[in-house]
């Protein structure tokens, strides 16, 4: 694969062209790949659809190296052509997007150079694109305040600052809005949301039911809401609850749609992804399945072990020397037993005596808490966690034989999961270690 690292250039963003190069020199030699460096808002979307254009057979990988505008500007570069994929380093103040995913590591190079692509949807604003959130109303004009506010250099809580300033000139927007061919409203609206994934400024959770898989938008919409009441909603807005308290749901129009259409008499701006667009008049709808999303590998460390047969030692060895294990004699004795189990559990039973391989790997969650151990193998199906735990309680010639080494594993580990997919047997093993 050949990777095109799309990187931030704005002058507060310097730092990130000596992140990625210090992570490019850490993968090792081998890498096949160029970088290009942005020099203003919608370059990387001109610069990643003319190298389309010029490329549309060619496979690659385009790498957003910035926050959610740089990985909204790249998507969109995108749309349209084929073996064209889509990586994030996310190396901005926020990236609202990678929120989507918790459990992976949006900064690892390592992780993404080892990760699975995914198909995900992306919303067409016009002739304009958005792969998580529009704003609308409300929300708009805090995401155009904040958003002048970071451009001008100026330090602090933009965000806020753009609540305060919406809240003498944003809280009754005239816009007739159609979902679906559905008037959604008659008189002024407070806020209207379009979402394809879940979270906005950093740290509301505007959509928490949105899959950016289903082939649908996300749409909320409030009508009008005063100062007092929006300063006691805003915390539920915050964690998500705004469908769930009933003070709050009679307030919301809620639907999953496929199309929606803006219209107001007067200029307005709308906000895709931290962008903002001007307009009169907006034709809304979702692209199914438009985007391949390189998705980072929620282990960092794996290697193939092909035959296994006489190799547990060597397997568990392995696995034991990654550095996402930490050095705490008592959190490795209880790994070291619950990898000894399973890994010879594969070893002996998988390939019913034959010669097959089993892939191992370690990763860490982007905090450092949740240590993951992955065991693959294309073997005869058999779902270990399905054998009922031995009674411990009756001595060893009153017990049934067998299941006493996987009991071990879900007493040493936090969570263990079992599946099948692809001719493959997959367990995952979790402890937490921080």
Same mark, same amino acid.
Request: charged share 25%; hydrophobic share 40%.
């Given at each position: 694969m050949h990777y095109i690292f799309v990187i931030n250039n704005r002058e507060d963003k310097r730092w990130i062209s000596a992140e990625v190069d210090r992570q490019i020199h850490g993968a090792g030699p081998g890498l096949d790949y160029?970088?290009? %460096?942005?020099?203003?808002?919608?370059?990387?979307?001109?610069?990643? &659809?003319?190298?389309?254009?010029?490329?549309?057979?060619?496979?690659?990988?385009?790498?957003?190296?910035?926050g959610s505008g740089t990985v909204n500007e790249v998507a969109s570069g995108m749309v349209g052509f084929e073996n064209k994929y889509l990586?994030?380093?996310?190396?901005?103040e926020t990236n609202d997007f990678t929120k989507y995913y918790p459990d992976r590591d949006f900064r690892s190079l390592r992780n993404l150079l080892a990760g699975e692509p995914r198909k995900i949807d992306i919303i067409k604003v016009n002739d304009s694109y958005s792969i998580n959130v529009i704003n609308v109303g409300f929300e708009a004009v805090v995401a155009?305040?904040?958003?002048?506010?970071?451009?001008?250099?100026?330090?602090?809580?933009?965000?806020?600052?753009?609540?305060?300033?919406?809240?003498?000139?944003?809280?009754?927007?005239?816009? &007739?809005?159609?979902?679906?061919?559905? &008037?959604m409203n008659h008189r002024r609206l407070f806020l209207c949301t379009l979402s394809n994934c879940r979270w906005i400024g950093g740290r509301f959770l505007c959509a928490p039911y949105a899959d950016n898989e289903d082939g649908l938008i996300e749409f909320s919409l409030v009508r009008r809401m005063s100062? #007092?009441?929006? #300063?006691?909603?805003l915390p539920h807005y915050e964690r998500g609850e705004q469908f769930e308290l009933k003070p709050w749901k009679r307030m919301f129009i809620y639907r999953r749609v496929r199309s929606?259409?803006?219209?107001?008499?007067?200029?307005?701006?709308?906000? #895709?992804?931290?962008?903002?667009?001007?307009?009169?008049?907006f034709d809304i709808r979702i692209l199914p399945k438009e985007i391949n999303l390189i998705?980072?590998?929620?282990?960092?460390?794996?290697?193939?072990?092909?035959? !296994?047969?006489? %190799?547990?030692?060597?397997?568990?060895?392995?696995?034991?020397?990654?550095?996402? !294990?930490?050095?705490?004699?008592?959190?490795?004795? %209880? !790994? &070291?037993?619950s990898v000894?189990?399973?890994v010879e559990n594969v070893v002996r039973y998988a390939y019913e005596g034959g010669v097959g391989w089993i892939?191992?790997?370690?990763?860490?969650?982007?905090?450092?808490?949740?240590?993951t151990i992955l065991l693959k193998d294309a073997g005869v199906p058999f779902n270990p966690l399905d054998k009922p735990d031995p009674d411990v309680t009756l001595s060893a010639e009153e017990r049934q034989i067998g299941g006493l080494g996987i009991f071990l594993c879900k007493k040493l580990m936090d969570h263990i999961e079992y599946k099948y997919e692809d001719g493959c047997n997959v367990l995952t093993m979790t402890k937490k270690i921080a």
């Open positions: 160029e970088i290009y %460096k942005t020099v203003g808002i919608g370059d990387a979307t001109r610069f990643v &659809r003319i190298y389309c254009d010029l490329h549309p057979r060619a496979e690659c990988c385009f790498v957003a190296c910035g990586a994030i380093l996310a190396y901005g155009a305040k904040a958003y002048m506010l970071s451009e001008s250099g100026r330090p602090g809580d933009n965000v806020n600052r753009g609540i305060l300033y919406a809240l003498l000139n944003g809280c009754r927007n005239r816009i &007739r809005v159609e979902a679906d061919g559905e &008037r100062w #007092l009441m929006l #300063l006691l909603f929606v259409t803006l219209n107001a008499p007067s200029l307005i701006d709308i906000c #895709l992804d931290g962008e903002m667009l001007s307009g009169h008049s998705l980072p590998s929620v282990v960092s460390m794996k290697k193939r072990f092909e035959p !296994i047969m006489d %190799k547990c030692g060597e397997i568990v060895d392995y696995l034991m020397s990654s550095p996402d !294990i930490p050095q705490d004699s008592s959190l490795r004795f %209880k !790994i &070291r037993l000894e189990e399973a892939e191992v790997g370690t990763g860490l969650d982007p905090e450092g808490v949740m240590l």
